[in-house]
């Protein structure tokens, strides 16, 4: 390893250990955050969930699961069931698109004031 290589990693680990004074970019990034990941756990959870219940119906529907739970016909049941999944795996992304359209409305005019101080600073 050459001295310029060295003196990069030296200052590379150097700035993982100096204190970090809080800036605008860095507020902006944390409101962008703070609209974003409301809608995002929402998106992963409830679409994960939605994922698990169709895939319980499709389950019920193709393997012999529901004889042993104790249905006798689990076709109508699984299908049932797969259809809520689907329904809810369909609405997951409109429902993501309402959370976030309002916490922009919620936080908009605060990121851009802060978003024109930055650049006119610039």
């Known amino acids: 390893m050459n001295r310029n290589d060295q003196q990069f990693m030296a200052q590379k680990i150097r700035t993982q250990y100096m204190e970090k004074t809080p800036s605008e ?3 902006l990034r944390e409101l962008d955050a703070k609209v974003k990941r409301p809608a995002n ?10 994922a698990i219940i169709m895939g319980a ?15 006798a016909s689990a076709m ?11 329904g809810m795996a369909l609405l997951t992304y409109p429902m993501y698109k309402g959370i976030l359209n ?10 851009l004031s802060l978003s024109d101080k930055i650049m006119n600073r610039q």
Do not use: H, N, Q, W
């Open 25 to 27: 970019l860095d507020a």
């Open 57 to 71: 119906g499709m389950s019920l529907v193709m393997t012999d699961i529901g004889a042993t739970i104790g249905i």
């Open 102 to 111: 309002s916490r922009k409305k919620k936080y908009g005019a605060e990121i």
């Open 41 to 50: 756990v929402f998106a992963y959870v409830f679409g994960s969930i939605s």
């Open 76 to 86: 109508v049941p699984g299908i049932a069931i797969g259809v809520v999944g689907l």
